[in-house]
């Protein structure tokens, strides 16, 4: 079902590129991401109405066979998953995606035993970058699209900025930051208005671009073998 809709609509209509791309398994994705350095962060699409383990087991399954699992973050909205993931391979890391204020959120995830937390961007403060620093935590928050968003979280000095626009926002990571780049891409790749885009020559950016706006499409209702990926 996933594979009869297609994918870069957007894309399609403004450059003419990637015409009747369809929407790629996870399998696909893990297979095409062994021959290059990629990262990927998968989300694994739970709720508390709607929470299945057998996804995850079945996407951390499909992930350790691949052989990359070194460079794969779960994220999920309902942490009850990724305490199912850490059971299952407590190798793989994974990061708390929120939306709201925690109180001690470096705290919160240690106690979980995750490795990140991915809030949205205007809900954290200087508290809580302090209290993730204290207690071993990354800050990847979402969705830096705008020059408030991303100067606040570069202030903050985030490790990851989870953006629409990895073109345009790719920063370059501070000396004593762990990643050689700073960025995660999240969702559609769109014009920005009235910043119009600067056309790239890089092969590996294509690839990277091409990567992502296949993982575009977010689905509500998913089977027991589906994720969506960011």
Known sequence: EMQRSLVGSEMCIETGLYVGEKVPTLEEVLTFLQGNSLRLNIEI????????????????????????????????????????????????????????????????????????????????????????RENGIEIHPWTINDPTSRDAMLAFECEHLITNYPDIYIVKRKKNRPHGWAVLFWGKTFKLPGKPRKKKKDSSFKEILYLWTLLSVSYTHLRAHETTLH
């Open 45 to 132: 699409k739970t709720c508390s109405a709607w929470y299945d383990k057998e996804l995850t087991r079945r996407t951390v399954s499909l992930v350790q066979q691949s052989g990359i699992k070194d460079r794969v973050i779960f994220s999920s909205f309902e942490h009850r998953s990724l305490l199912d993931a850490k059971e299952l391979d407590d190798t793989i890391p994974c990061g708390l995606l929120y939306v709201g204020n925690l109180i001690h959120p470096g705290r919160y995830a240690k106690a979980v035993g995750v490795e990140y937390i991915h809030p949205c961007w205007d809900n954290l403060d200087r508290q809580g970058v302090e209290d993730c």
